[in-house]
């Protein structure tokens, strides 16, 4: 496949043309879309895999209706976690045996950092970074808090680069792949290796890249990671996050949520803890089944996409999209918030606009829907698995009117922008 | 309601006649119960609701398929814990705004023991019991490793009564409603009291009592509780677990699992950690959506059902099932690992049998689903609003035959034991 975007620029029939032609084009009969809709939103939550219904109307009609408790072991629900964690890893460059899904991205965050601290042989600092998506501080908080003289050091805040933060003190660099907001790309590969040279252990949060870029968990050297199912990966509302831990810190690797899932034997019922072997030991209790096949669908799409083709129809997507409003439209005074250079840019390009949340709600009326985060950041999603050349085309378009005509001062624009 | 025992010992006809006047009886019209099956594991996982199916395809297709992103603020997905927190009050004696369905039960485990010590002014002993459902003490294992000079005492090893392990080191007391295996009840109420006199905090898992039992967390003075929702809530299989922080704690109780969710303003996107008011400082991540819908089906039936009918019935059921096993079947040498005395006693009987495994796995091939905890505990567990006095006939002239004709030493029953 080789786009021209210059060309696309030109018409909405060039965009047709594109689709047309486009390899990923059938991908998108994999999913329910509602009709009319332009969905540029799927870094929050994906659309369904037309298979979610099916399969959990298997799982609710036959395995919990009429098999009830034997499902457990007959339908694989007690390996669900390490199943599913299993599909995720070639998404995210991993090899077999260091992924599971469980839990929230939070809970998995606050057992990896905690984790690593516990191997870093004294030294007392965790580095994240100021611009991190907020879970990510307030997990950090949490430990730091209950545990003694752990201290915090943010890059971005008061200017400090990665480099300026590493010292010997260093244990843990925590960092997202793609910033939530901005939809920037870190130089992971990089950055671990710095990190490493420095003697601490590297964290990677990879909610805004899993499905949608090339992830190599293994082969950067990244030592624990997590992450979100229900953006790229279609897992369905608050499906449960994964959390990978490097083979090589598996058995020294201690999770501070020992629950039961978690135990050598959990079904000998013993009095004390003894952690199960391998990526196990990370689970803690009993997880939710019926979200976790709606995962499933989501997964079974995922684990065979061309993660290469996707990264380029997702750059060509974002950069017809940033082309149009730039120079097709004119930019009404919008200014990009993403990079600018494609090769540092996720699958999201964000827009800022003092006025941002009206023209959202404007977009939103005339169904394209795309989302805020304060202050003034409208955000674009481009998920290439569903997406067209020509809902970038028109989404463009639709932007462009709301803010020529400045639609979005209507009245039924306006209502405050919620933050509770 | 009044049942007189021994009139059911005498014949199936009278358990049948009994069954016709139940107040109880067409409660069972409220589940999925598959034919022939008799199901003494809802202690375990709870049979499906029938409105599960229906709530779940409304929220697949509906909520998820046509509204998607929306639906988090449109169809109440972000209050969905707060939502069904409020849906199980009345059934555990809390007023409003004590509780949320959040993560599993090891986590709240971790989350309401953390913030109990944290509000200890220095007591530094946690009291749990010997024969605790092993994720309580997995989960002080893991708090007691994470933290300097917490130390832990057992009741019930080396014969300890929480009389003589209460002094003015003791922070926090967890006990169990009801016991996991024998299905012992303890006397909350005279235990918190005398928690309380010790200056201590008491922290209650409910787990095989709500729904079954009258439990009274307020009336009673409890500081926290968790509990689980998937069995006799019948909220599906891992559906997530509740928290209960008294109203009088919320101020001080710190979360240390400190996420978005539990933030004061979540979508403002601040950096630094604000917990919300209140009982939903105790969230931490996102959700599992489809999950909490299921549960929400059990919910519904729950909320509304009479716990003081559903108790007694309950204890008839049990009463009726001990008696047909000791007196009019013999016992085969099975003996009692319950309480003898009905007022001691849950919602289950367990019974000792050396061979108690392979008799299992002869019942279920009868249709008769009970469970095994080793060593050798037979588990019946019996819910009221499904179940029959002609059931409770049926199984025990089972187990009689089983027993009386040696079917469980048949090849077939005899596979090992799956601990892990």
């Given at each position: 496949m080789s786009i021209n975007i210059s060309t696309l620029l030109e018409s909405r029939t060039a965009c047709e043309k594109a689709d047309a032609v486009d390899?990923?084009?059938?991908?998108?009969?994999n999913f329910y879309l509602p009709q009319g809709l332009i969905y540029l939103d799927g870094n929050s939550l994906g659309p369904m895999p037309n298979k979610a219904l099916e399969h959990l109307e298997q799982t609710i009609k036959?395995?919990?209706?009429?098999?009830l408790i034997n499902s457990w072991k007959n339908a694989g629900w007690w390996e669900l976690s390490q199943t599913l964690g299993e599909m995720i890893a070639p998404v995210v460059g991993a090899a077999s045996g260091q992924l599971i899904v469980s839990d929230s991205t939070s809970l998995n965050l606050y057992k990896t950092v905690h984790a690593a601290l516990g191997m870093s042989h004294g030294r007392n600092v965790v580095v994240s970074e100021?611009?991190?998506?907020?879970t990510d501080l307030y997990i950090l908080e949490g430990i730091i808090s209950s545990q003694q003289n752990i201290q915090r050091r943010l890059v971005?805040?008061?200017?400090?680069?990665l480099d300026e933060l590493?010292?010997?003190?260093?244990?843990v660099v925590t960092l997202s792949?793609?910033?939530?907001?901005?939809g920037e790309l870190l130089p992971i590969e990089e950055l671990v290796k710095k990190t490493h040279e420095a003697g601490a252990l590297f964290v990677l949060d990879t909610c805004h890249s899993a499905g949608v870029l090339s992830v190599e968990l293994d082969r950067w050297g990244v030592d624990f990671a997590v992450g979100c199912?229900?953006?790229?990966?279609?897992?369905?509302?608050g499906s449960p996050a994964y959390l990978y831990v490097a083979k090589r810190h598996q058995q020294s690797a201690v999770n501070p949520l020992s629950g039961w899932w978690g135990h050598?034997?959990?079904?000998?019922?013993?009095?004390d803890f003894k952690a199960a072997e391998g990526?196990?030991?990370f689970q803690t209790g009993t997880q939710p089944i019926l979200s976790l096949r709606g995962l499933q669908a989501g997964l079974e799409i995922a684990k065979v996409a061309d993660l290469n083709m996707v990264r380029k129809k997702s750059q060509c997507l974002t950069q017809l999209f940033l082309e149009l409003v730039?120079?097709?439209?004119?930019?009404?005074?919008v200014t990009l918030h993403?990079?600018?250079?494609p090769e540092k840019r996720g699958s999201q390009v964000a827009l800022h606009y003092a006025n941002g949340f009206p023209v959202i709600q404007a977009l939103i009326a005339r169904k394209i829907i795309a989302d805020f985060r304060a202050p003034g950041i409208m955000r674009f999603g481009f998920a290439p698995?569903?997406?067209?050349y020509t809902d970038v085309w028109d989404a463009a378009e639709a932007l462009h009117e709301v803010l020529k005509t400045e639609e979005w001062r209507e009245e039924r624009f306006q209502q405050k922008h919620q933050v509770t």
């Open positions: 390899p990923l084009g059938n991908w998108r009969e036959n395995e919990w209706s009429e098999e100021a611009d991190s998506f907020p971005g805040k008061d200017g400090d680069s590493l010292d010997e003190n260093v244990a792949h793609v910033n939530y907001r901005s199912t229900y953006k790229y990966l279609n897992g369905g509302p050598a034997r959990p079904f000998a019922f013993e009095k990526i196990l030991k730039e120079k097709r439209y004119g930019n009404h005074g993403s990079p600018n250079d698995l569903y997406l067209r």
